[in-house]
């Protein structure tokens, strides 16, 4: 089992940055990439960046260029930097970590954090 825990969210002007972060534990060795995903009220959840092991990341095309995702292996934790935020980007944020157990795909979510951009 892995648990995530995530912080960082509130309220912000828009332009303003927010930096979230979120913490693993548990079996974090089989850990092969995390992420974070947002969905907001009457959306379906998306992709906003990943980060793999080795370091790859990949962003969706809206956030390219305004978050960037990094991963500290010694605190087990991936930060979201978010600049430039938008009244569009106002969701509830989620971490997700994937695991590969005998090439079975485990996939652990966290609680969520608000991030509210006022324009």
């Known amino acids: 089992q892995v648990q995530l825990v995530e912080s960082g969210g509130g309220l912000v002007q828009a332009g303003g940055s927010l930096r979230l972060s979120c913490a693993a534990s548990?079996?974090?060795?089989?850990?092969?990439?995390m992420g974070w995903y947002r969905q907001a009220p009457g959306k379906q959840r998306e992709l906003v960046a990943a980060?793999?092991?080795?370091?790859?990341?990949n962003y969706a095309d809206s956030m390219k260029g305004r978050f960037t995702i990094s991963r500290d292996n010694a605190k087990n934790t991936v930060y979201l930097q978010m600049n430039s935020l938008k009244p569009e980007d106002t969701a509830v944020y989620y971490c997700?970590?994937?695991?590969?157990?005998?090439?079975?795909?485990?996939?652990?979510w966290g609680q969520g954090t608000q991030v509210t951009v006022s324009s």
């Open positions: 997700k970590a994937e695991r590969l157990v005998f090439g079975v795909r485990q996939n652990y």
């Open positions: 980060i793999t092991s080795g370091g790859s990341t």
């Open positions: 548990g079996s974090i060795e089989s850990i092969n990439a």
